[in-house]
C-alpha cells in the first residue's frame, strides 16, 4: 500500500513535468499524427527522457527499482508507431541495465517490449483508420495495463534467481501496474486537454473573424461614410465582445458604439492625439490600460482604460481609424488584438475596391453624359430645319418627325441606364434615322435586317446609336450621289455580330489604333461589358465600305 | 429684283430657304445645286446677284468653293449654316452676313434688304477673301458622267481651250469650272502660256526650241508648250539662269 502511494506520488511530479512540457511548442505536433521523419525523432527524444525519468524517480526494492518507466515507452510507441516506440524502449532499456541489479535484463527486455506494444497498438488503430482512438485515455489506460502485466511476466520469466524474482513481483506487480496506467492515462489526458483548448481557441477566432468578414462584406464598397461606418462597428463591437468600437477618418469620428457613446459622439472631430499619431505615423498605435493607459480627451469620468487604434488604408493613403476599446477594469484579450488588425485590413482592402468601384462606375457616367454632350448639334439644327420646310408641304408629316425626334433626345436623356435591351437601342437608333432619311432625302438609304432572337438581349446603352451617326456623319454624308446604311446580324456558334455598314469607306481614323473619341468610348463600353471579344472592330476599304462590327457573345 | 441660287446638300432646306426668299418678293431663286461642283457650275452659267451657300457639304465646303470663285466676278454671298462653331465665329469677326438654320422670316428680310442695298452700291460689296483658304489643296473636275476631285499634287499642267478649263493628270484629262486665274493664284501651278499652268514638280525636261520658244515634257511624256513671255519666269523660278 505504502508503494501504491509513492509512487503515485512520484507520478505526480512526473504528471507535472508532463504538464508544464505540454505548454511548450514543443509538444504541439505530437497532437498530430504524422510520418515525417522530424516528428518521429521529436517522440523519441521526448518520451525517451521520460522513460529515462521514469526510472530515476523509481524507488529502490530488494536490489530492483519501481518505476514509472514504463508510461514513456507507451506513450512513445503509441505516439511514434512501432519503430519509435521499440527506440524508446529500448533506450530506456539501456538506460536501466546500466543501473545494474538482478533485474536489469528483465527490465531492458521488458521496456522495449511495452514501447513495442504501444506501437502496435498504434499501427493497429492508424489500419483501421480510428486514430482519434489513440488520444482516448481509456484505451491507453487498458493498454498500459496490459503492458505492464506483460511486463511483470516477463521479469519472472528472466530474471534469476526465480525466487527472488517473484517475491519482487507479488511486491510490485499491484502497485506498478496501476500507478502505470492511471500514470499514462493521465498524461494523455492532459495532451488531450491541451488540444482541446487549442482547437477551441483556434475555431472561436475563425469563427468570429469569419462572422465580421461575412457581415461586413461589401458594406463599405458603396463609400467610406458614417452610415457604413455605423454598420460596421455595430458588427465589429458585437462580434468582439471590446468595451467599444470606433470608426473615424482622418479629422472625425464617423461613428462609435458601446461604452462611452453618451460623450463619444459620432460627426465630430477627433480629439485625441493618440489617434491623430496614428493617422500621421500610419502605425498601430496600443494603449494597453496599465503602463499605459488611455485617457479620454472628452470627459474624465469616460469608463474606457485602454485603446487599440489601426490605420485604414485605401492604397498606401491612410483615410481613417479603426479603434476597439476596453473599460479600465478589462484588459484586451490577445485574440481581440490580432483579431483588430485583422479587421483593418478587411476594411482597408473594402475601402479601396469600393474607391476603384466607384471609380469605375464614375468613370462610366461620364463617358455617357460625354456621348450626350456629343449629341451633334449640327443633327439638331438640321432636324429643325427639315421639319420647318415639311410643315409647309405635309403637316401630318412634320408631327410625326417631331415625334420622332422628341424619342431620340428623350432617349438620349436617360442618363444613367448603363444597359437596355436591344430592342431599346434599336428605337433609338430609328428615331435617329427617320429624322436623317428626311434629312437627306434621296441620298440615304438604309436597310436594317437584326435577328428577331436578339431584340431582348442586353446591351450597354448608347452603342449601336453612335455607330449608325458615324456611318452617317462620317460615311453617307461625304457621299455626292448619297449612299446606304447597312444594319445587320450575323449569328455563329460564338455569338451574334452586330454590323453597320455605310459603303462610303470614308471613315478615317485619326491614328493608328486610336478612334475618335466618340467611337472609343463606345469600344471601351462594349467590352466592359461583353468582355474583350466584345469590343469594337472596324474595316475600312477605301471609297468602297466602312464596316463597324461587334459581337454579343451567346448567353452562357 | 435680285437672282438668287441656292447651294445646300439639304433637298428640303433648299426648298425652304426658296420658299421663303420667294416670299420675300425681292430674290428670285433662279437655280439651286446640291453640292460645291454643281454650284460652281451654276455661278459660273447663271452669274446670280447672290449666292445662299451651305456650308456642310460633301467633298467640297462651302468656304472651299469660295477659293474656287474669281473675284472680278464674285456675286454676293450669304452662308447659311445649322451650327459650325468655327465658320460663324469667322463670320462674326469680319462682320459677314449669315443665316443660320432653321430661318428665321425676319433675319432674313434684314439680309435680303442688305443685299438689295449693296446691290444698289448703297453700302460697299464685303471682300470675302479673307475667309476664302489661300490655297486649294483638290481640284473639282467633271469628267464623263462623273464628278472628280484630283488633288492638285497630282495634276501635271492645266490648259483652256474653247470649250472651258482642263486639268491633265497622269492618268485622264478633266474639265473644271476654275478659271486658269483662280488655279494660278491658289495651287502652286506655274503659269508657262497664256494658256497652260504647269505642275513643276511633273517636269522631266525643257527642250529650248527657236526663236525663244520652249516645250516642257512632263513625267508622264505629256508636251506642254512654253511661250517666249513666260519662259524667263519660269526659268527664274525653277532656279536656272
Aim: hydrophobic share 40%; glycine share 6%; charged share 20%.
Amino acid at each position: 500500500m505504502e508503494l501504491i502511494l509513492s509512487l503515485l506520488q512520484q507520478m505526480c511530479v512526473y504528471l507535472v513535468l508532463a504538464y508544464m512540457l505540454s505548454k511548450t511548442p514543443v509538444f504541439l505536433p505530437l497532437l498530430n499524427i504524422s510520418n515525417r521523419l522530424e516528428n518521429k525523432l521529436n517522440c523519441y527524444v521526448i518520451f525517451s527522457l521520460f522513460c529515462i525519468m521514469g526510472t530515476y524517480f523509481g524507488l529502490q526494492i530488494n536490489d530492483a527499482i519501481a518505476n514509472t518507466r514504463a508510461i514513456g515507452a507507451v506513450m512513445g510507441g503509441i505516439f511514434g508507431g512501432p519503430i519509435v516506440g521499440f527506440a524508446v524502449g529500448f533506450t530506456g532499456g539501456i538506460h536501466r541495465y546500466t543501473l545494474g541489479g538482478f533485474t536489469d535484463i528483465a527490465c531492458a527486455i521488458s521496456t522495449t517490449a511495452e514501447g513495442v506494444i504501444g506501437g502496435v497498438l498504434h499501427s493497429y488503430l492508424i489500419k483501421r483508420n480510428k486514430q482519434e482512438q489513440l488520444f482516448n485515455p481509456s484505451v491507453v489506460f487498458s493498454i498500459t495495463l496490459f503492458a505492464e502485466i506483460i511486463q511483470m511476466f516477463i521479469l519472472l520469466i528472466v530474471a534469476k534467481p526465480f525466487d527472488q524474482a517473484y517475491t519482487l513481483v507479488s511486491a510490485i506487480a499491484a502497485p506498478m501496474i496501476i500507478a502505470n496506467s492511471i500514470g499514462a492515462a493521465l498524461f494523455m489526458s492532459i495532451l488531450q486537454d491541451r488540444k482541446t483548448i487549442f482547437e477551441k481557441y483556434s475555431a472561436t477566432f475563425s469563427r468570429r473573424a469569419l462572422n465580421i468578414a461575412e457581415r461586413s462584406v461589401g458594406i463599405l464598397n458603396s463609400g467610406f461614410n458614417s452610415k457604413n461606418a455605423a454598420r460596421i462597428v455595430r458588427i465589429v463591437y458585437e462580434e468582439t465582445n471590446v468595451g467599444a468600437v470606433a470608426i473615424t477618418d482622418t479629422n472625425k469620428i464617423l461613428a462609435f458604439v458601446g461604452i462611452g457613446d453618451d460623450h463619444h459622439k459620432p460627426d465630430t472631430p477627433i480629439s485625441s492625439q493618440c489617434t491623430l499619431d496614428a493617422i500621421e505615423k500610419n502605425d498601430i498605435i496600443y494603449l494597453n490600460g496599465k503602463d499605459n493607459p488611455y485617457q479620454c480627451s472628452i470627459s474624465e469620468n469616460c469608463k474606457l482604460g485602454s485603446a487599440l487604434i489601426i490605420p485604414l488604408r485605401a492604397g498606401d493613403k491612410v483615410v481613417g481609424t479603426i479603434k476597439l476599446y476596453e473599460p479600465k477594469r478589462k484588459l484586451f484579450s490577445t485574440i481581440n488584438m490580432s483579431m483588430a488588425e485583422g479587421i483593418a485590413q478587411l476594411l482597408s482592402s473594402q475601402i479601396l475596391y469600393g474607391d476603384y468601384q466607384q471609380q469605375q462606375m464614375l468613370l462610366s457616367q461620364s463617358e455617357i453624359k460625354l456621348l450626350h454632350a456629343q449629341v451633334n448639334p449640327h443633327f439638331l439644327f438640321n432636324a429643325l430645319n427639315t421639319i420647318s420646310a415639311v410643315i409647309r408641304k405635309n403637316p401630318d408629316k412634320a408631327r410625326e418627325l417631331i415625334q420622332h425626334l422628341s424619342h431620340f433626345f428623350r432617349s438620349n436623356l436617360k442618363q444613367n441606364i448603363e444597359t437596355v435591351s436591344l430592342k431599346e437601342e434599336l428605337a433609338h437608333v430609328n428615331a435617329y434615322l427617320t429624322i436623317e432619311k428626311a434629312r437627306f432625302s434621296d441620298r440615304l438609304e438604309v436597310e436594317m435586317s437584326i435577328s428577331s432572337e436578339l431584340q431582348d438581349r442586353k446591351v450597354p446603352s448608347f452603342t449601336l446609336q453612335p455607330l449608325v451617326e458615324n456611318a452617317i456623319k462620317h460615311g453617307v454624308s461625304h457621299m455626292l450621289e448619297g449612299g446606304k446604311v447597312k444594319i445587320y446580324s450575323q449569328c455563329n456558334d460564338m455569338g451574334c455580330e452586330i454590323i453597320v455598314e455605310d459603303n462610303a469607306g470614308s471613315y478615317l481614323e485619326p491614328r493608328k489604333d486610336h478612334k475618335g473619341l466618340g467611337m472609343q468610348i463606345v469600344s471601351k463600353r462594349l467590352s466592359n461589358y461583353f468582355g474583350r471579344d466584345g469590343e469594337l472592330k472596324t474595316h475600312v476599304e477605301k471609297d468602297q465600305i466602312t464596316r463597324m462590327s461587334f459581337i454579343i457573345p451567346n448567353e452562357k | 429684283m435680285l437672282t438668287a441660287l441656292v447651294i445646300d446638300d439639304e433637298q428640303l432646306a433648299r426648298e425652304e430657304l426658296a420658299n421663303l426668299l420667294h416670299d420675300t418678293n425681292n430674290i428670285e431663286v433662279i437655280d439651286q445645286a446640291s453640292n460645291a461642283i454643281e454650284g460652281l457650275k451654276k455661278i459660273n452659267a447663271l452669274k446670280p446677284d447672290v449666292i445662299f451657300l451651305d456650308i456642310q457639304m460633301p467633298q467640297i465646303s462651302g468656304i472651299e468653293l469660295l477659293a474656287m470663285l474669281d473675284p472680278d466676278t464674285m456675286p454676293m454671298v450669304v452662308f447659311v449654316t445649322a451650327f459650325d462653331q468655327y465658320a460663324i465665329q469667322a463670320f462674326e469677326d469680319n462682320a459677314f452676313d449669315y443665316l443660320l438654320k432653321p430661318i428665321e422670316i425676319k433675319r432674313l428680310e434684314k439680309t435680303v434688304c442688305r443685299l438689295v442695298k449693296q446691290h444698289n452700291k448703297q453700302i460697299e460689296t464685303q471682300d470675302l477673301s479673307i475667309l476664302a483658304p489661300a490655297s486649294l489643296e483638290q481640284v473639282p473636275c467633271i469628267g464623263l458622267n462623273r464628278i472628280m476631285i484630283i488633288p492638285t499634287r497630282d495634276i501635271e499642267y492645266a490648259f483652256s481651250d474653247i470649250s472651258g478649263v482642263h486639268i491633265r493628270s497622269a492618268d485622264q484629262i478633266a474639265s473644271s469650272q476654275l478659271t486658269l486665274k483662280v488655279l494660278e493664284e491658289k495651287t502652286d501651278l506655274l503659269r508657262c502660256h497664256r494658256q497652260y499652268l504647269i505642275n513643276t514638280k511633273a517636269i522631266k525636261e525643257i527642250k529650248l526650241l527657236e526663236n525663244g520658244l520652249a516645250e516642257i515634257i512632263t513625267r508622264n511624256d505629256y508636251p506642254v508648250p512654253v511661250s517666249r513671255r513666260y519662259l524667263k519666269s519660269l526659268k527664274e523660278k525653277l532656279g536656272i539662269v
